[in-house]
Nanobody
Framework: QVQLVESGGGLVQPGGSLRLACAASGTIFNAMGWYRQAQGKERELVASISTGGRTNYVDSVKGRFTISRDNAKNTVYLQMNSLKPEDTAVYYC????????????WGKGTLVTVSS
C-alpha cells in the first residue's frame, strides 16, 4: 500500500521561507505534487512535477515556489519563498499516474501558517 509522509510545515512570518517534503513508499508515480486548502476554501493544486522534471504551478505561486523531486528517494519537495498570509493553508502531497491526471493517493496534510 502506498503511503505519503509529509514534513516541513509550521509557522513563518510574511516574507519568510519554508520547505515541504513528501516521501512516498511503494510504487514510483509519474506525477507528484502539492495541493492546499485554506479554511473555508476549496482545495487547489499548487504545483506538480513529473518524473522527467516537467512542472506546473498555480499562477499565485509562480516565481515564489519551486517544486522538485528526487526519483531515487521517491520524494517531492516544495520550496516556498516570499510567503504571504494568503499562503496559509493545509498542504497535501499527492501522487498521480499522469501529470494532469486524477489523484491516486493523498498525504495527510501539513499546516503552513504565515503570520506575524
Amino acid at each position: 500500500q502506498v503511503q505519503l509522509v509529509e514534513s516541513g510545515g509550521g509557522l513563518v512570518q510574511p516574507g519568510g521561507s519554508l520547505r515541504l517534503a513528501c516521501a512516498a513508499s511503494g510504487t514510483i508515480f509519474n506525477a507528484m505534487g502539492w495541493y492546499r486548502q485554506a479554511q473555508g476554501k476549496e482545495r487547489e493544486l499548487v504545483a506538480s512535477i513529473s518524473t522527467g522534471g516537467r512542472t506546473n504551478y498555480v499562477d499565485s505561486v509562480k516565481g515564489r515556489f519551486t517544486i522538485s523531486r528526487d526519483n531515487a528517494k521517491n520524494t517531492v519537495y516544495l520550496q516556498m519563498n516570499s510567503l504571504k498570509p494568503e499562503d496559509t493553508a493545509v498542504y497535501y502531497c499527492y501522487t498521480a499516474y499522469v501529470l494532469s491526471g486524477a489523484v491516486a493517493y493523498w498525504g495527510k496534510g501539513t499546516l503552513v501558517t504565515v503570520s506575524s
